[in-house]
């Protein structure tokens, strides 16, 4: 197999002035409004990320409104603020002990649903060339994945970890859709494991400088286990075309705009950020994308997407 032509490629045309302008109007909407706007706000930045992303020239988009995000900020408030009041009534009450216990167990629990109900309503909300994503995942099955890794890891005192995060992935990734398409991934605990242990020690005896490289390990590994699989059998399998060098680079220059910028030059830094990583993913194989077909039910429930913003609960793609 050969890499396609450049033309099959993905591609982020974002400009860092023009990012600039939705960052700070957002910014400030939010300020003035004490927090009411940050639903619009998130709205509007992932539709500008999504319309300047582009695979084959033609940019994604985001179907999300300010309004569907502002019903589920609302629920996922309601929750937070439903835990922490039982926390303060066992604490109140003489049962630190218990509230502890409801506190930890609460946003433990959370954490699966968070990562289901984001992932049902971003890919949802996502289209390329008018046809929507999806997500199939079971969330029986995802607690079933999810306490089973905690409990391991800590029985393991974290080395299970790189078994769990994989795991997770495997399965989340596993269930994406594009239409009538589907992705694949394939990721193994042992490898991420070893890459992860000599990634740290290396960083740790360079005083960090090949922490540079040990990223470039794991963008590799997360972008390399990944592949896009079509009807009929054709394949697409994604491949990583970064350096240490180039990273090293990025992110010294980026450190230096941050700091000399007091911090404004950020959304110059994540423009440049999202060039690399979009012009750091290669395709290998081909497939008809215009036998793809809508498959894939609408989701508008943007709760659990919110919750996981209000406790930094990022999701992975």
Not at 60 to 80: D, P, S, V, W
Not at 285 to 301: F, H, P, R, W, Y
């Amino acid at each position: 197999m050969t890499l396609n032509s450049p033309l099959k490629r993905l591609t982020f045309t974002g400009k860092g002035g023009d990012l600039f302008s939705v960052l700070i109007v957002n910014w400030l909407l939010t300020l003035i409004t004490l927090g009411l706007y940050y639903p619009w706000a998130k709205a509007r930045r992932l539709q500008y990320y999504y319309e300047h992303t582009e695979l084959d020239r033609h940019p994604f988009h985001f179907h999300g409104t300010g309004q569907e995000m502002f019903k589920g900020f609302i629920k996922a408030l309601g929750i937070i603020l439903g835990v922490y009041g039982l926390f303060f009534a066992a604490m109140h009450f003489g049962y630190p002990v218990i509230g502890l216990l409801v506190f930890v167990g609460a946003f433990a629990g959370l954490v699966p649903l968070i990562i289901h109900g984001s992932y049902r309503y971003r890919m949802s909300r996502s289209s390329w060339r008018g046809i929507h994503f999806g997500y199939r995942g079971d969330l029986k099955e995802l607690y079933r994945i999810c306490v089973k890794g905690v409990l391991l890891t800590m029985v393991t005192f974290g080395i299970y970890g790189s078994w769990f995060q994989m795991n997770l992935r495997n399965y989340v990734l596993c269930h994406v859709r594009y239409g009538s398409s589907r992705f694949q991934y394939k990721g193994e605990g042992g490898q991420y494991f070893v890459m992860n242990l000599v990634g740290y020690l290396l960083t740790v005896i360079t005083l960090g400088i090949y922490g540079a490289w040990w990223m470039r390990d794991r963008f590799a590994y997360y972008v390399d286990n990944l592949s896009w699989e079509f009807e009929g059998g054709s394949r697409i399998q994604f491949r990583s075309t970064a350096n240490g060098g180039d990273i090293f680079l990025l992110a010294l220059t980026n450190i230096l705009l941050l700091v000399f910028t007091l911090g404004l030059a950020y959304a110059w830094v994540e423009v440049r950020v999202l060039n690399f990583v979009m012009a750091n993913i290669a395709f290998v194989g081909d497939a008809d994308l215009d036998k793809v077909v809508q498959t894939e039910s609408e989701n508008k429930n943007a709760m659990a997407d919110d919750l996981g913003d209000l406790l930094d609960i990022g999701i992975f793609i």
